[in-house]
């Protein structure tokens, strides 16, 4: 059985990694290692790891960023197969098996990852967060198709992702300047290598609060990173996919609309729209696309119009009960 390593990076999240950490110890993967790598927390992590003993392996580091833990926890690992989870997040049971099982059955895939149930600070479950329709029926997407699909988004969930670890042998780790992108930068550089394995299954609880990571991003940060990533793969002019260097370009256009959007950032809304549809007008027939014109629409909506009219579709819900 192949030997797989959660390896779970936190910083300052003492209410969450409890329920991670059981969730990992409570798979029934036969060989698992349960590894937290402490990113300078100044809460109680060490103590609550410690309530573990010799279940999970504890690493600290001075705080140098989630792209960094990851990389630690990388070069600790024991596992031929390394399952991320972020402290926050939870494992779904069975997750570690199947997924697991999946890179075992599909040796060409470089990582195999499920989809996310989204839950808010409460633990209550609001969406989902999976893969595309193109994926739907595939066990393995081969890599053109795999890194296609990603340049129109991270569909990928990271606490729901299991890497080959050897596929660092072309592929280098997660790159601190791609960050607060540096998962969407890991999976493109992967899937430029490798096919993807994928499983329809709800392989984690990705948890969305105030104190996460990434919900004090600003758009200006947002855009850096990910011209980076696109900036460092396409600039090697003998890349195997650069002929797709425009439309990855439109995508990340496309992307900055939607971020602008839902940051109420009108102008850069209509702008960075305008750039996708001039770089690459193909994409305005995308799904992605009239979804991001559809969050433009409501961010062109006063903020105190969409307040009344969720109160007044409140008011008529409450009336239909009564009825």
């Known amino acids: 059985?192949?030997?797989?390593?959660?390896?779970?990076?936190?910083?300052?999240?003492?209410?969450?990694?409890?329920?991670?950490?059981?969730?990992?110890?409570?798979?029934?993967?036969?060989?698992?290692?349960?590894?937290?790598?402490?990113?300078?927390?100044?809460?109680?992590?060490?103590?609550?790891?410690?309530?573990?003993?010799?279940?999970?392996?504890?690493?600290?580091?001075?705080?140098?960023?989630?792209?960094?833990?990851?990389?630690?926890?990388?070069?600790?690992?024991?596992?031929?197969?390394?399952?991320?989870?972020?402290?926050?997040?939870?494992?779904?049971?069975?997750?570690?098996?199947?997924?697991?099982?999946?890179?075992?059955?599909?040796?060409?895939?470089?990582?195999?990852?499920?989809?996310?149930?989204?839950?808010?600070?409460?633990?209550?479950?609001?969406?989902?967060?999976?893969?595309?329709?193109?994926?739907?029926?595939?066990?393995?997407?081969?890599?053109?198709?795999?890194?296609?699909?990603?340049?129109?988004?991270?569909?990928?969930?990271?606490?729901?992702?299991?890497?080959?670890?050897?596929?660092?042998?072309?592929?280098?780790?997660?790159?601190?300047?791609s960050v607060p992108g540096e998962d969407w930068d890991m999976w493109l550089r992967v899937a430029a290598e490798y096919d993807v394995a994928h499983l329809p299954i709800s392989a984690c609880y990705y948890r969305v609060h105030d104190s996460s990571v990434t919900s004090a991003y600003t758009v200006e940060r947002v855009m850096r990173s990910h011209l980076y990533t696109l900036d460092t793969i396409f600039g090697n002019p003998t890349f195997r996919y650069a002929h797709l260097g425009d439309y990855a370009y439109a995508c990340l256009d496309r992307t900055m609309a939607r971020v602008a959007a839902r940051a109420r950032e009108r102008r850069r809304f209509l702008g960075e729209l305008r750039k996708a549809l001039v770089r690459q007008p193909s994409i305005a027939f995308e799904g992605a696309t009239l979804a991001t014109v559809v969050d433009g629409l409501k961010a062109m909506v006063p903020v105190p119009v969409i307040r009344a009219a969720r109160r007044l579709r409140g008011g008529i819900a409450t009336r239909m009960v009564s009825l």
Do not use: W
């Open 1 to 177: 059985m192949t030997k797989v390593t959660v390896a779970i990076a936190s910083y300052n999240m003492e209410n969450y990694l409890p329920a991670a950490i059981d969730s990992a110890l409570a798979q029934d993967h036969d060989d698992v290692e349960i590894l937290v790598v402490d990113d300078g927390s100044t809460d109680d992590t060490r103590e609550i790891v410690s309530r573990y003993e010799r279940r999970v392996r504890y690493a600290y580091q001075e705080n140098a960023g989630v792209a960094n833990a990851y990389n630690r926890a990388l070069e600790l690992a024991k596992g031929d197969y390394v399952h991320f989870l972020d402290a926050d997040d939870i494992l779904t049971p069975s997750t570690i098996g199947r997924l697991a099982a999946l890179l075992d059955e599909k040796p060409t895939a470089g990582l195999a990852h499920g989809d996310a149930l989204v839950m808010n600070a409460a633990g209550e479950v609001y969406g989902t967060r999976g893969a595309p329709a193109s994926f739907h029926g595939r066990r393995l997407i081969p890599s053109a198709a795999a890194f296609k699909e990603l340049l129109r988004g991270c569909h990928i969930t990271t606490s729901a992702l299991m890497l080959r670890k050897s596929v660092l042998d072309k592929v280098t780790p997660f790159r601190q300047k």
